[in-house]
Each structure stands twice: as structure tokens, then as C-alpha cells.
């Protein structure tokens, strides 16, 4: 099975209905990334498919892929594996949580998912991970796991930037602004590289640092972009109970689920934006929902041990 092969050619843009809106004159609509597939969705799905198309192409049996411990990335890319027939294996940070794996797998939603779907986890220290991209890092995993297709942590190459490229279509021409929320900059750049002279890109970083720009501009060359770093809740992986109650109010009025470190945080900027009179009236936005759900359950874990509200979806 190729879940590549099958995939919807049109994803559905669903209009947002609010006072807000109303009163500045301003149109949203969503569009729905995060309903391309179950467990490979959103901008999983659009770096994952030409990286594992590729490695099937190569001859590869063997994907290794990076990432934390709660990482869209390294569930959706066990997932994609086990539907395409591939081996996976998931390089983890933080080693302490091999010490008593079953609690671990009973406690991480994520990394559960990831060894059901057949990924094998290899836990390695804060320390070691930092050496991710080096050349004798690299090196010793391909010496303990063998010949294997290496995927960055977040899925962004250039064969990512290539599948991103492929998230707005011809009927996304009418829009203004295009919104996205940003992680290693993967996304933002293949959508940036696909808009038209007149449409405007702006970004929303998920984690604090100005470095995200140098980053973005490896991959696409255009300057109609920008990123507006006021909307990260004090990092990645953060969030207060405003942004909390924000998600959970959206997903009552609007029935969309969005995820606490990437999209929601993106919502919830955009909606300000609007409030402080930053777009023009008819300005039409068009914010790209890139999924992430799957992590809601670890995040609530974390959210009732600070006793603060936990994020539902209907």
C-alpha cells in the first residue's frame, strides 16, 4: 500500500465564522491538513512523502529519523513505515527514559504509537543528541543499524521542501495572506517557494530565537515572507491557560481541534492580528492547519500536573 499514491489531490479550505471577523472586515478560512490521513497528516505527510519515496526508489529497507520524546515527526514517520513496508528507527533524546521503557510506552502516547507501528527507539543523552548531524554520529548509527535512508529531526530537506511546495493549490490563488505555524522552517519555506507575486506569507514561530530566518532563506529565495515571534507562549512546547482556553473555545465554536505547540499557537495569533487592526478590510487569510494532534494527550499530561485546564476535542 502507498498512501502517497492515494492522496486527496484537494484538501478542504473551511471558512471561520466570528464577531471578530465580522467586525474588521476580515474572511479566514483553515485549511485542513490535518485531515489528509489518520497518523501521517499535515506537514508530516508533505515531507515524509518524496523523502520515503525516494528511499524506496534507492533500494533502502531502513529509515532513521530523530526526535524528542513527544515528536509529531517520529510518529507519523513510524506510521508512514509500517503502511510502506519499511523498517524504522527513532533516535530519542534523553536516554533516562529507557531506564524502565514499559512505563515510559505506557506514559508517552507518542512513543507507544511508534512501537506499535514497529519503529525500533534508541534512547541517547541531551549531550549525544546535539551531535545528530555529525559526521561520526552518523557514521556509528549506520555502523550499528546498517545501510539506512536518514531523515533530519523535523523531516526538513530539500525533499521536504519539495512535498510542502505542494500544500496550496490553484485554488488558493484568491487568498491574501497565507499563515503558518513554524518549526524548523520546512513548511513555511515549500509554501513560500509555491504563493503567487501578490500573496504574503507570514509566520509563526512555535519556540523562542531569531535564527529561523537564516534557516528559511537556505530554502527559497523569494521575499514576500515574514515571521512574527510574539505568539511562542514562552517556547516550544509551552503554553498558559489564555492559550488553553483559546484552543478549547475554537474547537467548541469552529469544531477544529488544534494542537498546542504549532497551530494553535498560530490561531490564537492571527485572531490578535486582527484585533490590533494589523490587515486591511476584505483582507482574505488563509491559515494552513499542519495537524500535530496526535500530541494533545502527552501535552494534557503535562498541563494536569501543573493543574492547569486541559485541551479537549470534540
Known amino acids: 500500500m502507498n498512501i502517497f499514491s492515494s492522496e486527496k489531490k484537494f484538501i478542504e479550505n473551511q471558512s471561520i465564522t466570528d464577531s471578530i471577523l465580522n467586525d474588521f472586515k476580515v474572511t479566514l478560512d483553515i485549511k485542513r491538513e490535518d485531515q489528509i490521513h489518520k497518523h501521517v497528516s499535515g506537514n508530516k505527510f508533505r515531507k515524509l512523502k518524496y523523502n520515503l519515496l525516494e528511499a524506496k526508489k534507492l533500494g533502502y529497507t531502513t529509515v532513521l529519523t530523530f526526535g524528542g520524546a513527544y515528536s509529531n515527526h517520529i510518529a507519523a514517520t513510524a506510521a508512514a513505515g ?3 513496508g519499511l523498517r524504522t528507527i527513532g ?15 505506557s506514559e508517552n502516547d507518542t512513543l507507544y504509537h511508534a512501537s506499535t507501528s514497529g519503529m525500533h527507539l534508541k534512547f541517547i543523552s541531551r549531550e549525544t543528541y546535539r551531535e545528530k548531524t555529525s559526521s561520526v554520529f552518523i557514521t556509528q548509527l549506520k555502523k550499528e543499524f546498517g545501510a539506512c535512508y536518514i531523515i533530519p529531526e523535523g523531516g526538513t530537506n530539500s525533499l521536504a521542501i519539495k512535498g510542502c511546495e505542494e500544500i496550496l493549490t490553484s485554488q488558493d490563488k484568491n487568498y491574501d495572506i497565507i499563515c503558518c505555524a513554524v518549526g524548523t522552517g520546512g513548511t513555511i519555506a515549500g509554501i513560500i517557494n509555491s504563493i503567487d507575486s501578490h500573496q504574503k506569507v507570514i509566520g509563526f514561530p512555535a519556540l523562542k530565537g531569531r535564527f529561523l530566518t537564516d ?44 494542537d498546542p505547540v504549532y497551530t494553535g499557537k498560530m490561531i490564537f495569533g492571527i485572531f490578535d492580528l486582527i484585533q490590533k487592526g494589523v490587515f486591511k478590510k476584505n483582507t482574505r487569510i488563509l491559515a494552513v492547519h499542519t495537524g500535530g494532534l496526535q500530541g494533545i494527550a502527552g501535552m494534557n499530561k503535562k498541563l494536569k500536573k501543573k493543574k492547569l485546564p486541559l485541551i479537549t476535542i470534540r
Open 82 to 84: 509500517e503502511i510502506l
Open 91 to 105: 533516535i530519542i533524546r534523553g536516554e533516562e527514559l529507557a531506564k524502565d521503557l514499559q512505563k515510559t510506552l
Open 215 to 258: 534557516e528559511i532563506k537556505k530554502y527559497t529565495s523569494k521575499t514576500n515572507w515574514k515571521l512574527i515571534e510574539d505568539y511562542h507562549f514562552g517556547g516550544y512546547g509551552k503554553i498558559n491557560r489564555e492559550g488553553i482556553e483559546f484552543i478549547n473555545k475554537f474547537n467548541d465554536q469552529q469544531h477544529i481541534g488544534l
